[in-house]
């Protein structure tokens, strides 16, 4: 049975590409656009992997990473989000970040990050 994911991005556009480029691995069992959203989708569906943005509205994803590690520190959380944001890429691993992925990405990119955070697990 494939990992359970959660994609969350504030982009519409940026959701629709992470699922594109996991949905062959994973099964995409919710999305969200901001970070409390994320924390209410987690918490209906939890998933064995989310994939989250740190610049996003309400509540940014760092905060939110915080408060899923919180509530389940075994959740693989991967960052993906911009290149300009190292100072904020340090803050989320501080956070519990299992990995991240620079916008823009090519599709085996982010594959191979996830697989290298659940611990080859997700390509076989």
Do not use: C, W
Not at 47 to 67: C, F, H, Q, R, Y
Not at 81 to 104: F, I, L
Request: charged share 25%.
């Amino acid at each position: 049975m494939p990992p359970r994911a959660v994609v969350v991005d504030d982009s519409a556009f940026q959701r629709t590409v992470v699922s594109e480029a996991i949905d062959d691995h994973v099964e995409i069992v919710g999305t969200a656009e901001n970070g409390r959203e994320a924390i209410k989708v987690f918490a209906e569906t939890e998933p064995d992997l989310v994939t989250m943005d740190i610049m996003m509205p309400k509540l940014n994803g760092i905060e939110a990473l915080s408060a899923i590690k919180d509530r389940s520190p075994s959740t693989t959380v991967v960052m993906v989000t911009s290149v300009s944001q190292t100072e904020k890429m340090r803050a989320a691993a501080k956070a519990g970040a299992d990995g991240y992925v620079t916008k823009p990405f090519e599709g085996p990119e982010l594959t191979d990050e996830l697989d290298d955070a659940l611990d080859g697990s997700l390509v076989g």
